[in-house]
């Protein structure tokens, strides 16, 4: 039995997930995501280290950017095969790839007037990474399968979906190789979701694999206590409200923002907060929502409670989404206080900024964070106290309050990436722990080593091992 692994992303980092497999029948890709890291972002215009021709598939965990984003590229660099994945990653994945594919193209352009203005030339091509045209070809190969379905790859090398519990859509892959009357499995984390989380069903635990590659995102974190996500946000809401400003909660378009219309939706029931009108202001958290209807059946049990007991769990009453920047606009017409959702989620682009350069100087206001604040974004700046920050090319003062809920995360922290790995009955023969900034990577794989004793590594970029 012979079966290499090469680490081609998310190893000692989170973004640029890519994992090449290749046995003796079959060669593979899991995900081909995008390398978002600012320092790691020149891998993205790499050639491939292999021929993409020859690969026989690719299996894509789930929609997010860093797991998806560069398969436009792979396709226009002459992959052929299809992509396998459930089909609410198939429908996110587009609205993710096209919405990846304008901001490439619109920032190739930003780039090449910048340049030609400062006469310089930068470290890229003023070309985009992919364009509409590229991500449109790829769209087409996407093939939705069913979780815990098995799927043929090569002769002897099948592959199963089971769900993370992370996004709507995403999995965890378990691939079996058979040679010669012996089998190995190989398990893919992908991204770990949380336990009791509303909305999605928990993680799939697994009895057993010979090998495991774990995400270690928050590997060296507990989160908070999120049981008072409902109290703060009325908190905020009443007291906002009560003071006569807006509320603007930058957000994330895939399951954040959905996230918070079901939070909204509660404690508009149980009467904790006014009837306010509510605006979406995001093409991609609405088309995300809209996705969201297609799948009831991957909801978990109170959620589909809650739908069969009304028509929409996202159909909050004062909802209003707003699809055109006319639309977007008119928001600021409106007297009396506003919830505003609108991303993105740190702020470093799209139409938040707009409604922040409205907001973020009104005392009475409040800009509410969900998410986590990469260093280094605007979202960053505000959370971290900044006196006067620069939207737009503008200078603007914070008077507006600043507040932040944590217990939205979507991927599991140490404890709960301890619960999953440790729920198999008789040791892997070797865990690597992939898909988290070293530090976290590396507090992980001791953890689990020291409690379980058990073979673990944590692979660099490139790194290759052969699983026997
Ligand atoms: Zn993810």
């Given at each position: 039995m012979q079966i290499k692994l090469t680490f081609l992303g998310a190893a000692q980092n989170v973004t640029g997930s890519r994992y090449l497999v290749e046995t003796k029948k079959a060669r593979f890709l899991v995900d081909c995501g995008l390398y978002q890291e600012r320092e790691l972002k020149q891998r993205n215009w790499e050639p491939f280290s292999f021929p993409p021709e020859a690969l026989d598939a690719?299996?894509?965990?789930?929609?997010?950017?860093?797991?998806?984003?560069?398969?436009?590229?792979?396709?226009?660099?002459?992959?052929?095969?299809?992509?396998?994945?459930?089909?609410a990653t198939a429908e996110i994945t587009q609205i993710v790839l096209l919405d990846s594919a304008h901001i490439q193209e619109e920032d190739a352009e930003f780039k090449r007037r910048r340049h030609k203005r400062e006469g310089r030339k930068g470290p890229h091509p003023e070309i985009p990474l992919y364009t509409t045209a590229d991500a449109r070809s790829s769209l087409s190969l996407l093939s939705p399968l069913k979780y815990e379905e098995p799927l043929q790859i090569g002769e002897g090398v099948e592959a199963t979906f089971y769900d993370a519990g992370h996004i709507l859509g995403s999995s965890m892959i378990k691939v079996r190789v058979r040679e010669n009357g012996e089998e190995r499995s190989i398990l893919f984390s992908g991204d770990i979701g949380r336990w009791d989380k509303p909305i999605l069903r928990d993680p799939t635990l697994f009895d057993e694999a010979d090998y495991i590659l774990v995400e270690s995102t928050y590997g060296d974190r507990l989160h908070q206590d999120q049981g008072n996500i409902d109290e703060m946000l009325s908190e905020?809401?009443?007291?906002?409200?009560?003071?006569?400003?807006?509320?603007?909660?930058?957000?994330?378009?895939?399951?954040?923002?959905?996230?918070?219309?079901?939070?909204?939706?509660?404690?508009?029931m149980e009467n904790r907060i006014p009837h306010l009108m509510v605006f979406m202001d995001s093409p991609m958290a609405i088309g995300v929502s809209e996705v969201f209807e297609h799948y009831p059946e991957l909801f978990d049990q109170e959620m589909m409670e809650l739908i069969r007991r009304r028509e929409s769990p996202f159909d909050l009453p004062g909802l209003k989404t707003t699809r055109t920047a006319e639309e977007s606009k008119a928001i600021?017409?409106?007297k009396g206080t506003v919830i505003i959702i609108a991303g993105s989620g740190m702020c470093t682009g799209g139409r938040v900024k707009h409604h922040l350069v409205k907001e973020i100087h009104r005392a009475e206001s409040t800009i509410l964070f969900v998410g986590y604040q990469a260093s280094g974004t605007l979202g960053r700046q505000i959370v971290e106290g900044a006196k006067e920050v620069r939207i737009l090319g503008q200078p603007y003062p914070v008077r507006a309050k600043v507040a932040q809920i944590h217990g939205f995360s979507a991927h599991a922290d140490r404890d709960e990436l301890f619960r999953w790995t440790s729920s198999l009955k008789k040791p892997p023969k070797q865990v690597f722990v992939t898909h988290g900034e070293s530090h976290a990577?590396?507090?992980?794989?001791?953890?689990?080593?020291e409690k379980k004793g058990w073979k673990v590594s944590v692979p660099s970029y490139r790194d290759e091992a052969v699983l026997d």
């Open positions: 690719l299996l894509l965990t789930h929609a997010h950017l860093d797991h998806c984003g560069l398969l436009p590229k792979l396709i226009k660099s002459g992959f052929q095969g299809k992509i396998h994945c459930t089909a905020v809401i009443n007291s906002t409200e009560k003071a006569g400003g807006n509320i603007v909660i930058p957000s994330f378009a895939i399951e954040r923002s959905q996230e918070i219309l079901y939070h909204l939706n509660n404690l508009l600021n017409h409106i990577a590396h507090h992980f794989a001791n953890f689990l080593q």
